[in-house]
């Protein structure tokens, strides 16, 4: 599933994917995988 899905939580076009790469790039790779998801989850429940 491509991250561009996620754009409209992380402030439009492109932010998705810079906000992965910020994450894993702090965290590691499993790590920030799972911490990108779980600021989805937390946005999905306050809106966008």
Do not use: C, N
């Not at 990108?36 to 937390?42: L, N, R, V």
């Amino acid at each position: 599933m491509p991250l561009s899905r996620y754009d409209q939580f992380f402030g439009g076009k492109g932010g998705a994917a810079k906000a992965m790469d910020a994450m894993v790039s702090q965290h590691g790779a499993e790590k920030g995988k799972s911490v990108f998801f779980a600021t989805i989850k937390e946005k999905k429940k306050r809106g966008p």
